[in-house]
């Protein structure tokens, strides 16, 4: 028996502080709480023994003629899994109300509703926390009004039931088996609290159904702010949701992906914790939160961004370091969780993310991009702070880095560390320009130009007739897909689209991009990873702003056939279709967006 289902094979919900994931059998495996960066109370994604788990689902397994289905309410965060056997049909609501607030709250309450609504079928509940990453011991209270309160190490979780079920205590978890029959309902919550205040009220119906229409009400008014009309809807308004579901309300820092220790290559060691703020992954989601119109989202991280430069002391002692905590700490200290056995045995399980004190230079220049993008550039410290960035960046930016991808094989002078470099000047000059801010224009239109011939001399690589990873190598690189978009070649230019043919004949598969060969260009770990989903996204954009119309819309179109059932894509595509890597990664969705958006603009060009 597999005790690990398909990281594909699951929906996330949220409240804007937490995420969760639940399986398409209706069991949470993943949740963190009080926020996205906190120890787990579910994890068995992880460790199907020690991780703990929240299952409510029909006994439909093993019944001949039954399916298990799992779909969103349009346009929500609510999830509904359903099920259908010969004895009746069913489903199980899984949702969190938002809490937009600017304050962070230590009280998260997770909903899930069971009814059936045609015959009868008879349902499991089993509830099995592990506090503290499967850690920290707890212990198990029945209430006398039939709840049941686990207390672990400064976290209290409290499941309630709608209607009076028996919960059966097992050992320190909790099990309940009933029946529903057609237009019956039990609710069930978990509420997590770790401010050591837990009074919760009794659950009755009404308050489910308050809670449910306000988490429907709050998803479709806020998507009424997109101004996405293209042809792919459906995707980009899940795609939109769930970059939402994966930002951090109380600072608007939004998170690279729900999970930690998903393996990039099943039983390999490229696993790592994603639940942080990358400036990079961030900063590039600003362009397409405002092309969608959620221009308050953008301008949210923009101040956490500008807090960060004011801040200083990064754990790299450069101006900025590439992630932060969601709360702007700089102290990521990376754990192994050997008790963990990791996802079908992919070990090990890391906490925190090591590569937190590298030096990676483009992140001046996505954070820039960022910046620039704003209505308004901030009081005059915050320009003062921004120019002496510059002015420091110019005299340091001729450097070696660890690069993008964050490998682990030593430091070189990465192209992409260039472009980005390129940026960070020419977005400075174009603000200082705009805004009549006082600056070292002569100087920053210098260290502009340098990096740009030393990019053209250096960068190119006259035998392949491309831009390649690094000045030492002629390994080419996905990240150069960005060259165009950031207005460092025109998209047809003739020295662009020799990059781009090369790119399609060594980093392509049937459409879907790698993002080096680790072969040819070792990062310094063992393995090997598959297809990468940003990558193959930049790679339509970079095809549709091209003229390829056609085999942008192809790459595109077929790309979405790798989304899983409810639209969500992990970081990566295996060698049988299968989503890798942690899940679901924010970067992957923004770049759908932005190709999304793009090949509308060109389609409609064409069509014109």
Same mark, same amino acid.
């Given at each position: 028996?597999?005790?690990?289902?398909?990281?594909?094979?699951?929906?996330?919900?949220?409240?804007?502080?937490?995420?969760?994931?639940?399986?398409? =059998?209706?069991?949470?495996?993943?949740?963190?709480?009080?926020?996205?960066?906190?120890?787990?109370?579910? #994890?068995?994604?992880?460790?199907?023994?020690?991780?703990?788990?929240?299952?409510?689902?029909?006994?439909?397994?093993?019944?001949?003629?039954? #399916?298990? *289905?799992?779909?969103?309410?349009?346009?929500? #965060?609510?999830?509904? =899994?359903?099920?259908? /056997?010969?004895?009746?049909?069913?489903?199980?609501?899984?949702?969190?109300?938002?809490?937009?607030?600017?304050?962070?709250?230590? @009280?998260?309450?997770?909903?899930?509703?069971?009814?059936?609504?045609?015959?009868?079928?008879?349902?499991?509940?089993?509830?099995?926390?592990?506090?503290?990453?499967?850690?920290?011991?707890?212990?198990?209270?029945?209430?006398?009004?039939?709840?049941?309160?686990?207390?672990?190490?400064?976290?209290?979780?409290?499941?309630?039931?709608?209607?009076?079920?028996?919960?059966?205590?097992?050992?320190?978890?909790?099990?309940?088996?009933?029946?529903?029959?057609?237009?019956?309902?039990?609710?069930?919550?978990?509420?997590?609290?770790?401010?050591? @205040?837990?009074?919760?009220?009794p659950l009755t119906g009404g308050d489910v159904r308050d809670s449910v229409h306000a988490c429907e009400d709050f998803w479709l008014g806020w998507l009424r702010g997109s101004r996405y009309r293209g042809r792919w809807q459906e995707m980009v308004c899940r795609a939109a949701i769930t970059l939402k579901l994966l930002t951090y309300a109380? =600072?608007?820092?939004?998170?690279?992906?729900?999970?930690?220790?998903?393996?990039?290559?099943?039983?390999?060691?490229?696993?790592?914790?994603?639940?942080?703020?990358?400036?990079?992954?961030?900063?590039?989601?600003?362009?397409?939160?405002?092309?969608?119109?959620?221009?308050?989202?953008?301008?949210?991280?923009?101040?956490?961004?500008?807090?960060?430069?004011?801040?200083?002391?990064?754990?790299?002692?450069?101006?900025?370091?590439?992630?932060?905590?969601?709360?702007?700490?700089?102290?990521? =200290?990376?754990?192994?969780?050997?008790?963990? %056995?990791?996802?079908?045995?992919?070990?090990?399980? @890391?906490?925190?993310?090591?590569?937190?004190?590298?030096?990676?230079?483009?992140?001046?220049?996505?954070?820039?991009?960022?910046?620039?993008?704003?209505?308004?550039?901030?009081?005059?410290?915050?320009?003062?702070?921004?120019?002496?960035?510059?002015?420091?960046?110019?005299?340091?930016?001729?450097?070696?880095?660890?690069?993008?991808?964050?490998?682990?094989?030593?430091?070189?002078?990465?192209?992409?560390?260039?472009?980005?470099?390129?940026?960070?000047?020419?977005?400075?000059?174009?603000?200082?320009?705009?805004?009549?801010?006082?600056?070292?224009?002569?100087?920053?239109?210098?260290?502009?130009?340098?990096?740009?011939?030393?990019?053209? %001399?250096?960068?190119?690589?006259?035998?392949?007739?491309?831009?390649?990873?690094?000045?030492?190598?002629?390994?080419?690189?996905?990240?150069?897909?960005?060259?165009?978009?950031?207005?460092?070649?025109?998209?047809?230019?003739?020295?662009?689209?020799?990059?781009?043919?090369?790119?399609?004949?060594?980093?392509?598969?049937?459409?879907?991009?790698?993002?080096?060969?680790?072969?040819?260009?070792?990062?310094?770990?063992?393995?090997?990873?598959?297809?990468?989903?940003?990558?193959?996204?930049?790679?339509?954009?970079?095809?549709?702003?091209?003229?390829?119309?056609?085999? #942008? *819309?192809?790459?595109?179109?077929?790309?979405?056939?790798?989304?899983?059932?409810?639209?969500?894509?992990?970081?990566?595509?295996?060698?049988?279709? %299968?989503?890798?890597?942690?899940?679901?990664?924010?970067?992957?969705?923004?770049?759908?967006? /932005? /190709?999304?958006?793009?090949?509308?603009?060109?389609?409609?060009?064409?069509?014109?």
């Amino acid at each position: 028996m597999n005790d690990y289902p398909q990281i594909a094979d699951h929906g996330l919900i949220g409240d804007l502080q937490t995420a969760a994931l639940v399986s398409s =059998t209706g069991t949470i495996d993943w949740w963190c709480t009080p926020r996205f960066d906190s120890p787990s109370v579910f #994890a068995s994604i992880l460790d199907s023994e020690r991780g703990g788990h929240c299952r409510l689902s029909a006994d439909v397994d093993g019944t001949a003629g039954a #399916a298990v *289905r799992q779909l969103y309410l349009p346009d929500t #965060a609510v999830l509904v =899994t359903r099920f259908m /056997a010969p004895g009746g049909v069913g489903e199980v609501a899984d949702f969190m109300e938002p809490n937009p607030s600017a304050v962070p709250s230590d @009280r998260h309450r997770l909903v899930r509703v069971a009814r059936v609504v045609r015959g009868s079928l008879p349902f499991t509940l089993t509830c099995q926390p592990r506090f503290d990453y499967g850690r920290a011991p707890h212990t198990l209270t029945v209430l006398d009004d039939g709840s049941a309160l686990f207390r672990g190490p400064g976290l209290d979780l409290h499941l309630q039931t709608s209607t009076p079920i028996t919960l059966y205590p097992d050992g320190s978890d909790v099990t309940a088996r009933f029946t529903l029959h057609a237009d019956e309902a039990v609710a069930v919550t978990l509420t997590a609290d770790s401010g050591g @205040r837990l009074a919760v009220t009794p659950l009755t119906g009404g308050d489910v159904r308050d809670s449910v229409h306000a988490c429907e009400d709050f998803w479709l008014g806020w998507l009424r702010g997109s101004r996405y009309r293209g042809r792919w809807q459906e995707m980009v308004c899940r795609a939109a949701i769930t970059l939402k579901l994966l930002t951090y309300a109380p =600072t608007g820092a939004p998170i690279a992906a729900a999970t930690m220790g998903l393996p990039e290559q099943i039983g390999g060691e490229r696993n790592w914790d994603y639940r942080y703020t990358w400036i990079r992954d961030a900063s590039l989601s600003v362009r397409a939160l405002i092309d969608l119109g959620f221009v308050e989202e953008a301008q949210a991280f923009r101040h956490w961004l500008r807090d960060r430069l004011d801040a200083g002391g990064t754990a790299s002692g450069e101006p900025l370091q590439i992630m932060y905590r969601i709360d702007g700490d700089p102290n990521l =200290t990376e754990e192994v969780l050997g008790h963990l %056995e990791g996802y079908q045995k992919s070990a090990p399980v @890391r906490a925190g993310n090591a590569a937190a004190d590298q030096i990676q230079l483009d992140i001046y220049g996505e954070a820039s991009d960022a910046l620039a993008q704003a209505q308004d550039i901030g009081g005059f410290h915050g320009w003062q702070v921004f120019a002496g960035l510059l002015d420091w960046l110019a005299d340091t930016w001729d450097r070696p880095d660890e690069g993008i991808w964050e490998t682990r094989g030593g430091r070189q002078e990465f192209t992409y560390s260039r472009l980005m470099t390129w940026v960070a000047f020419d977005r400075g000059i174009r603000m200082a320009t705009a805004y009549s801010r006082p600056a070292d224009l002569t100087r920053w239109a210098a260290v502009r130009d340098t990096v740009f011939n030393q990019i053209v %001399e250096r960068g190119w690589h006259s035998k392949r007739e491309a831009f390649v990873q690094h000045y030492a190598t002629d390994v080419l690189d996905a990240s150069l897909l960005l060259m165009p978009r950031v207005g460092f070649v025109s998209p047809r230019d003739p020295a662009w689209l020799t990059t781009l043919d090369a790119m399609g004949r060594e980093l392509v598969s049937d459409s879907l991009v790698y993002r080096y060969d680790p072969d040819a260009s070792p990062d310094g770990l063992r393995g090997s990873e598959g297809t990468f989903n940003l990558c193959t996204f930049l790679y339509v954009e970079a095809l549709a702003r091209a003229g390829r119309l056609r085999q #942008a *819309r192809y790459a595109f179109d077929k790309m979405l056939t790798y989304a899983n059932h409810v639209g969500l894509f992990a970081e990566e595509i295996g060698p049988s279709g %299968e989503q890798l890597g942690n899940f679901p990664q924010a970067f992957t969705h923004l770049a759908l967006v /932005a /190709a999304a958006m793009a090949l509308d603009e060109q389609l409609d060009q064409a069509e014109k």
